[in-house]
Every structure is written in C-alpha cells, then in structure tokens.
C-alpha cells in the first residue's frame, strides 16, 4: 500500500560524503514522519534521524554534526547528507515511513528495501 524507494548508497572512503534519497508512493493519505535507520551485520536496526511534516529532526548521538536530514512534503520524499562519514557508519539504510492512508486514514508504517553504505577506512 506505501512503498519506498531508496537510492544513493555505495562505497565511499572515510572522510567522504554520500547522500541517501527516499521516495514514497501508494495509497497515501498523509505522511507524519520519515526518517533512515541502519543495521550493521549481526547488530540490531538502529534510528539514524527522522523528520516530522513540520520539519521537526532528531538524530542518533553518533551522527550528529556529520548527517542531516532534510524533506520535500511536495514529493514525498525525505534526504540524508552524510558526511565526514567513517567505517563504523558501514551498514544497509533502510528508509522509513508512518502517517495514515486512503481512503480510510488507516495507520501505516512502511519501510524500504534498504541501501548498502560502505566506508573504507
């Protein structure tokens, strides 16, 4: 019913920048947050930033100063700048989703296939 559509991962050295782009589509009545979070091999899906309609952010402690996080509410779609970016922010993306659908305003929250971000150190 939501889909998402990520792009922009790859392989980049530490010290490098990348920028990840997510696309939302579907039966989509309202958007209220979107954000990226990232799982690391054997390791659990962490919150890297989220972004309210309003404009609201918020960021994991380990990114703050180095990512930022912005949206387009016009294009459904929300953007990550990752720079001064180091191995340990290796991990696959995954994008991220929730407000209400239509026609009937049910709640969703959807996630995306993720994107596979290495930094080589």
């Known amino acids: 019913q939501v889909q998402l559509v990520e792009s922009g991962g790859g392989l980049v050295q530490a010290g490098g920048s990348l920028r990840l782009s997510c696309t939302a589509s579907g039966s989509i009545f309202s958007i209220s947050t979107m954000g990226w979070y990232r799982q690391a091999p054997g390791k659990q899906r962490d919150l890297v930033a989220t972004?309210?309609?309003?404009?609201?952010?918020n960021y994991a402690d380990s990114v703050k100063g180095r990512f930022t996080i912005s949206g387009d509410n016009a294009k459904s779609a929300v953007y990550l700048q990752m720079n001064s970016l180091k191995p340990e922010d290796s991990a696959i993306y995954y994008c991220n989703a929730a407000g209400e659908l239509t026609p009937l305003r049910a709640k969703y929250n959807a996630w995306g296939q993720g994107t596979q971000v290495t930094v080589s150190s």
């Open positions: 972004i309210t309609s309003g404009g609201s952010t």
